[in-house]
């Protein structure tokens, strides 16, 4: 069975094809660069080029995968969160395809097929329960999934997601963006316990707007003191890194272990961070089992799209209404 899925939730337009859960093209294209030098996405930026890209992408994604429209089975597109206008580009197309084609429609959560991610070309096996944990520029989220019909948030960010935090952050030191790249660059290990932050954290949610405070001003407090050099922004941010990901995964093993989970699945931008990943794997035992996808799984892509869409539609009888709206919030 052929899915095609489509994935237009903020900056990234892309297409993929899968037969079953086996990824057999994945096309994306990316408006990052147009977005570098206001230093973050701007919707109306990233709608227009998806309006522009859409048609593409899905052409290279067919012509990739040796199949033609007439072929493919099942139709899948991101309806929720994001921004609004970006995502009303992939669905409106999504449910387009599927009234001309007369092939059935379903639209995706596609934090759920971040999740997903560790899942496609069958790397594992699906076995419930477990706990999902989404790290992007947009959510910091810990789920415990029963089903992908059943999941259940219980532990989110109260402000800024870790990626959010990690791009001010690095705005404020002249880095550039996306911030999470080159924060993971600078890191040093022997740096990590230089400077003392910290994160708040209520129960499993999470706060990261103290910390991204506490840079800002360490470093307008080293500027005056003209003792910011080279090496001291090393350290901080190494030490910004290191809080803010140890924060994260603490958290997401106290909730393994009160709900009695034995698997943890990861998904989203942020889990291709060099650091993060070594600190996961190192949680793995007799006990726990980490999963992480590939990094080319990691960002926004049609591929988790498809693969979540065919789940939903072959296991659980899912489709939706070609009615089905947009949503910027879950």
Same mark, same amino acid.
């Given at each position: 069975m052929y899915t095609l899925g489509i994935e237009t939730s903020c900056d990234e337009t892309s297409c993929a094809v899968l037969k079953n859960y086996r990824v057999i093209s994945n096309v994306t294209i990316s408006s990052l660069k147009e977005h570098a030098k206001?230093?973050?996405? /701007?919707?109306? /930026?990233?709608?227009?080029?998806?309006?522009?890209? /859409?048609?593409?992408?899905?052409?290279?994604?067919?012509?990739?995968?040796?199949?033609?429209l007439k072929q493919i089975n099942l139709i899948a597109a991101t309806h929720s969160p994001g921004l609004i206008g970006a995502l009303v580009v992939g669905l409106n197309f999504a449910e387009a395809l599927a009234l001309s084609l007369r092939k059935p429609f379903i639209g995706v959560n596609h934090l759920h097929a971040h999740i997903f991610a560790p899942f496609l070309n069958n790397a594992h096996p699906i076995e419930f329960p477990f706990l999902g944990l989404v790290v992007s520029g947009g959510h910091t989220e810990i789920y415990y999934v029963e089903d992908f019909t059943r999941i259940r948030l219980v532990g989110k960010t109260r402000d800024d997601a870790c990626g959010e935090v990690f791009d001010k952050v690095a705005k404020t030191y002249g880095l550039g963006y996306p911030g999470g790249p080159h924060i993971d660059r600078l890191f040093k290990a022997s740096c990590k316990n230089d400077f003392s932050f910290k994160c708040g954290k209520i129960g499993f949610d999470f706060s990261f707007s103290g910390i991204k405070t506490a840079l800002v001003y360490k470093k307008l407090e080293l500027e005056k003191q003209k003792k910011l050099t080279r090496k001291t922004v090393v350290s901080l941010l190494s030490s910004f890194q290191e809080e803010v990901l140890e924060t994260i995964v603490a958290a997401t093993c106290e909730a393994a272990s009160k709900f009695k989970v034995r698997k943890i699945v990861c998904g989203g931008g942020v889990i291709a961070n060099r650091s993060l990943r070594r600190k996961l794997t190192s949680k793995i035992s007799a006990d726990l089992r980490v999963l992480m996808p590939p990094l080319e799984y990691t960002t926004d892509n049609g591929a988790i799209v498809a693969g979540l869409g065919f789940y939903?539609?072959?296991?659980?009888?899912?489709?939706?209404?070609?009615?089905?709206?947009?949503?910027?919030?879950?």
């Open positions: 206001y230093g973050g996405v /701007i919707p109306e /930026i990233a709608t227009r080029l998806h309006l522009k890209n /859409i048609d593409k992408v899905l052409n290279c994604a067919l012509k990739e995968a040796k199949v033609s939903l539609y072959n296991r659980k009888g899912k489709e939706s209404p070609l009615s089905l709206e947009a949503r910027a919030n879950q």
